[in-house]
Each structure stands twice: as C-alpha cells, then as structure tokens.
C-alpha cells in the first residue's frame, strides 16, 4: 500500500463528465489499495474568468480580495470531487486549503507555502477517507486567503507530497507527459521518459508551464518523487522527474526547448561609459520591485554605451516611464523598448561536456535569417532573443536541429 497524493488540472476538471472521470480514476487506484490525497484546479478557464470581473470593477484591485474570490474557483471544484466519490460509494472529504491548514506567508498572489498542517488529513486517511484539497490556495497567520501565483495548484501537490512524505506525486494534466517542448506549437515533439529535476526546473523557468516553477523546486527540495500523466488516455507512464538520470551515458545534450512571449525590450543608447552606470539605470528599475531578465552592455568607440535589458512584459509601461527619468539623470541620447520579442532557449545537462552547441544553435537560427538580438548563456542552457514572429519558426527548426524530432510524425 503506498500515499500517493494526485493532482488533477484545470482541463481535467473541466467538465461534470471530466469529474465524472477524475472519480473513476481516483477509485481505481484506491481499488489497488492506496491512500489518495487528491488536489483540484478550478475548472479550466474559471480562474480567468474570475480575474476578469475584478478587472472589469477595477483596474487595480486590491491583492487580498483578488485572493479572495479567486480561490472559489478551486472551491467549486473540490466539493463536485467529493460528491462525485460519495456517489461512488466511496468516502471521501473536501478541504479547502486554510481548513487542511497549508500556511503560507502575506505575499498575495504569489504566497509561499511556509507549512502545512497534515495531522487532519492523516486521520482521514487511517479511517479510509480519500482526501481532496483545494490546489492554488492557502492562510496567512492572521487567517487570510492567500494564493500561489498561476498554475500554483501543482506546487499545493507537491508540497503536500512532501509534508505527508508521499510514495508519489502525480501531476494529471492535458499532455501525457513533459516533450521536448510545447507539443501545441510542434507537433513532432516527443515525450520525455524521464528529465532531471534540475533540466525541469530550467524549463519551467523559462516558459514551459506545464509544471508550475515553484513545484518543481520544492520536489527537488524534498525529493519528492514526481510524474506528469495525462487524464485523458489510460495506463501511460508519464514522465518522470528524477534527480538524476541513469542513463547518462545516452543522454542527449539537448533534453528540450523552452520560449515565452512574457518579457519586453528596452535599450538605453548613448550613455556615458561611466562607472556606475549600470548602478544608475538598473537601480531605480528594482526599487520598483521589477525583476530583471538578461542584460547586454556594448560600448561603442565614442566612449559611451548601449544597454539594454529585459523584464516581465507586464511591467512594460513602468519601466518605460522610469527609463524617461533615468535617460535624462544619466545623459542618454535615447531609450528604445520592443515588447514584440520572445525567450527560446535550449536546456540539457548534456551541454555541461559538449562544446558547439552555442555555434549549432546560431548556424540554425541563421539559415532561418532569424536575427539574435540577445543571447545568455549558464551551465545547462542556451537563451536567445529574438523578434516575436519567428518564435515558433525558431522552436521548429532547432527542434529539428538537435535531432529531438519524434520518428514517424510529419
Ligand atoms: P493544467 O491545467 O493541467 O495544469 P497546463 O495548461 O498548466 O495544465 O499545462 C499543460 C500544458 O503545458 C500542455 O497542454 C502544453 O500545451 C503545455 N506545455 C508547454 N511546454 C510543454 C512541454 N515541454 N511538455 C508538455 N507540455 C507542455
Ligand atoms: N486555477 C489556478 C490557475 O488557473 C491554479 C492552477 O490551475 O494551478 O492558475
Ligand atoms: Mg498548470
């Protein structure tokens, strides 16, 4: 008999049929003689929706009842759970994340799980109960409903895993397994037996969201033993994230690629090459918390330089009316800012003991005449910049290029 704590998607609780279904799945494993912990999305658009009527009351509402009433969604999703179980005979109760209790610190939206009360769940569990806990969602010290940032439902999985020491924590999603990379945006990607949890955090880092960040470091963490699964086809084996693989002798050097569309360009030209210029421009951009991606300085033979940087594309229009002071308080001659461009980037632990993979990627990149305009580089990944339009472009034939092209697909 083994824990196995279960999380199920949006997509995957889309529907009553979908719950239906997620029941069915939940009772099979139980029959096998497990005990289930299972956690729910919200329904698969609900979360959105919800943000949506907050926008549409304000254009800047408040981080505490954002949390608030964002957290029904999950709300909904666990009782229709349990019902659908209780209809099946089966014993099962629905909790919502300040009633397990999964405490977490103040920071609304995007909270930190800090603990969680497992003495509940346990007791349910010795007594035979499945137990359904509502994912994204947790309590301050002060009783507040907090949330964990987007697709937090899959580190409420995790994280529950680890504090009740799981045999496994099963990720069910719309995909059946981690690919290569998004297989929306490349048909020809191949699911990945296993990756480390080291390339999966990389991934998740940069773009792929099929598990969310936070999850794959607290499974690192905590070693908790984690697959992706689909809940849609039967009896795959998913992909499993494991510290290290054993195969490092077949390891590919690339394992797979990432992109996102979330950053935004901005070049400061004509600054003085001065010390202290970076200080000067970058400063004021974190003072308003806004995090910074890459960055490029080029000097030019005038003795002043060029330097560009990028952040979040949500912080576009803030960073862009700091930079206005900041170019005239360092004397540039102008600022620039694109929020057309996208992040590809390749990730594999195999690039630690291959050389060339850097020139590979460019000579790829400029058969397709896609210029690079930035590029960083660390230990296990490669990323570019480049113009938004051939992003997938981009994906596609570097997909092919590194020989990660499925068999048999066209
Ligand atoms: P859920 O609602 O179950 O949490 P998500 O939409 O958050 O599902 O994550 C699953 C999606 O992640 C897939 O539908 C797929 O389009 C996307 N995705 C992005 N990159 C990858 C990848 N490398 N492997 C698999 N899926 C990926
Ligand atoms: N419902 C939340 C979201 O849409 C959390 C999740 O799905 O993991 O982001
Ligand atoms: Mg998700």
Not at 49 to 77: C, F, K, N, W, Y
Not at 108 to 131: C, F, N, P, W
Not at 175 to 203: H, K, N, S, W
Not at 308 to 334: P, W
Request: aromatic residues 4%; hydrophobic residues 45%; contains cysteine.
């Amino acid at each position: 008999m083994a824990l196995i704590v279960q999380k199920y998607g949006g997509t995957s609780v889309g529907t009553p049929e979908r719950i239906q279904a997620v029941a069915e799945r939940v009772l099979k494993w139980r029959a096998q003689g497990h005990q289930l912990v299972v956690v729910v999305s919200a329904m698969s658009g609900e979360t959105n929706r919800l943000i949506a009527l907050a926008t549409a009351v304000t254009a800047d509402p408040d981080p505490r009842e954002l949390d608030q009433m964002v957290s029904t969604g999950e709300q909904v999703t666990i009782a229709l759970l349990a019902m659908a179980l209780q209809s099946r005979g089966a014993p099962a109760r629905s909790y919502t994340g300040a009633q397990v209790a999964v405490r977490t610190d103040k920071a609304y939206t995007k909270a930190r799980i800090e603990h969680i009360d497992v003495e509940r769940m346990q007791k349910d569990l010795q007594s035979g109960r499945i137990v359904i806990v509502a994912g994204f969602q947790g309590v301050d010290d002060e009783g507040n409903i907090t949330t964990l940032g987007r697709g937090g439902s899959d580190t409420t999985g995790v994280a529950l895993a680890a504090a009740l020491k799981a045999d496994e924590c099963q990720i069910y999603t719309d995909v059946d397994g981690v690919y290569t990379t998004d297989p929306r945006v490349v048909p020809q990607a191949r699911r990945l037996e296993r990756i480390t949890f080291e390339e999966m955090l990389e991934m998740a880092s940069l773009g792929s969201k099929v598990l969310q960040i936070r999850s794959v470091e607290f499974a690192g963490k905590y070693n908790v033993p984690l697959r992706v699964l689909s809940s849609f086809a039967e009896g795959g084996a998913g992909t499993l994230i494991t510290v290290d693989s054993e195969e490092s002798m077949e390891q590919p050097v690339i394992s797979g690629i990432a992109f996102n569309r979330d950053e935004a360009k901005f070049t400061v030209r004509g600054v003085p090459d001065i010390p202290g210029v970076a200080f000067r421009i970058l400063g004021p951009v974190g003072q308003a918390n806004i995090e910074v991606d890459m960055i490029v300085q080029n000097v030019a033979a005038d003795n002043t330089t060029d330097f560009t940087f990028t952040v979040h594309r949500n912080d576009y229009r803030k960073v862009l009316s700091i930079l206005e002071q900041v170019s005239r308080d360092v004397g540039a001659k102008e600022v620039t800012a694109d929020d057309k461009i996208a992040k590809v980037s390749l990730v594999g632990v195999g690039m630690r003991s291959h050389a060339g993979v850097a020139s590979q990627m460019f000579a790829t990149l400029a058969h397709e005449n896609i210029n690079i305009q930035m590029i960083s580089t660390s230990e296990i990944k490669i990323s570019v910049v480049l113009q938004e339009k051939y992003m997938e472009l981009a994906v596609r034939a570097l997909h092919t290029a590194f020989g990660l092209d499925s068999v048999g697909v066209v």
